[in-house]
């Protein structure tokens, strides 16, 4: 497990931006010394947000696109090219303007896919593939991923995993279907915290006012049942991406001065 470190942003755009430059960095970095990347996508307006800022980036072009692995961390269970799955927007934001390889873009199942309207099958059959790409070297059946996005939900949920549900209590499983989530569409695929746990670095984004009190909550040591967020850290490395106004509740000491 590793320790929490905060990156404290101006705002939101000037936090994306910054993301959006970090990952270039650790994907070009990964793909010098392995060869390949792999990435984990969250979905959501600072998700997608670093997905545009990315796009617009000129060093997005020292990626290798062919060369990396992009996963998800949760997607709604939606029909496929439904405007609201996260695989949807971000072909918008970003996919659909880089020379990536689709056999390396592992989009979760839809309910007018193989499995139908099936959302426990579709999680088994995307904790399948999660394990053909894990090798030897990895930890356990998931690939070791390079870096893993999550979202933080003003109740602390990250990717759909939600306080107290079922989901955020999976031990075992990968990838698990959610059912009754509290924030539509009720029906969701999800990966799991040690799913999550298996990437080097995990990085969560949160801005705006409303994301201020979850933020406070979850690096408070809170309980990750209580707390999804507290509960999803990276082996090597746990980065929190904020603006001022989601750190606004957080102690000073917590963090660094802003950026400019």
Same mark, same amino acid.
């Given at each position: 497990?590793?320790?929490?470190?905060?990156?404290?942003?101006?705002?939101?755009?000037?936090?994306?931006?910054?993301?959006?430059?970090?990952?270039?960095?650790?994907?070009?970095?990964?793909?010098?010394?392995?060869?390949?990347?792999?990435?984990?996508?969250?979905?959501?307006?600072?998700?997608?947000?670093?997905?545009?800022?990315?796009?617009?980036?000129?060093?997005?072009?020292?990626?290798?696109?062919?060369?990396?692995?992009?996963?998800?961390?949760?997607?709604?269970?939606?029909?496929?090219?439904?405007?609201?799955?996260?695989?949807?927007?971000?072909?918008?934001?970003?996919?659909?303007?880089?020379?990536?390889?689709?056999?390396?873009?592992?989009?979760?199942?839809?309910?007018?896919?193989?499995?139908?309207?099936?959302?426990?099958?579709?999680?088994?059959?995307?904790?399948?593939?999660?394990?053909?790409?894990?090798?030897?070297?990895?930890?356990?059946?998931?690939?070791?991923?390079? &870096?893993?996005?999550?979202?933080?939900? %003003?109740? $602390?949920? #990250?990717?759909?995993?939600? /306080?107290?549900?079922? !989901?955020? +209590? *999976?031990?075992?499983?990968?990838?698990?279907? &959610?059912?009754?989530?509290?924030?539509? %569409?009720? $029906?969701? #695929?999800?990966?799991?915290? /040690?799913?999550?746990? !298996?990437? +080097? *670095?995990?990085?969560?984004?949160?801005?705006?006012?409303?994301?201020?009190?979850?933020?406070?909550?979850?690096?408070?040591?809170?309980?990750?049942?209580?707390?999804? !967020?507290?509960?999803?850290?990276?082996?090597?490395?746990?980065?929190?991406?904020?603006?001022?106004?989601?750190?606004?509740?957080?102690?000073?000491?917590?963090?660094?001065?802003?950026?400019?």
């Amino acid at each position: 497990m590793s320790t929490p470190q905060l990156v404290v942003h101006r705002d939101k755009e000037l936090m994306a931006q910054a993301a959006a430059a970090r990952l270039i960095t650790r994907i070009v970095d990964a793909q010098a010394s392995r060869g390949q990347a792999s990435v984990v996508l969250t979905g959501g307006r600072n998700g997608n947000g670093l997905l545009a800022a990315l796009a617009a980036a000129p060093a997005r072009d020292a990626i290798d696109w062919s060369r990396l692995d992009l996963w998800w961390g949760d997607e709604r269970f939606l029909p496929e090219g439904d405007p609201d799955r996260n695989v949807t927007q971000a072909r918008e934001a970003l996919l659909d303007a880089v020379p990536l390889d689709p056999k390396r873009v592992h989009a979760m199942p839809a309910p007018d896919g193989p499995h139908g309207t099936d959302v426990d099958a579709a999680a088994a059959a995307y904790a399948e593939e999660l394990a053909r790409a894990a090798g030897p070297e990895n930890h356990g059946s998931v690939p070791t991923f390079d &870096v893993l996005m999550l979202g933080v939900g %003003p109740d $602390t949920h #990250v990717a759909s995993l939600f /306080p107290e549900l079922p !989901a955020v +209590r *999976e031990t075992e499983r990968t990838v698990v279907g &959610v059912h009754g989530a509290p924030k539509p %569409p009720p $029906t969701r #695929v999800t990966l799991t915290l /040690p799913a999550i746990r !298996a990437a +080097r *670095e995990v990085w969560l984004l949160a801005a705006g006012e409303d994301k201020a009190q979850a933020a406070a909550i979850a690096l408070s040591g809170a309980g990750e049942i209580q707390a999804p !967020a507290a509960g999803a850290y990276g082996r090597a490395r746990t980065l929190w991406l904020l603006d001022m106004a989601a750190a606004s509740q957080l102690p000073r000491s917590l963090y660094p001065p802003a950026s400019p």
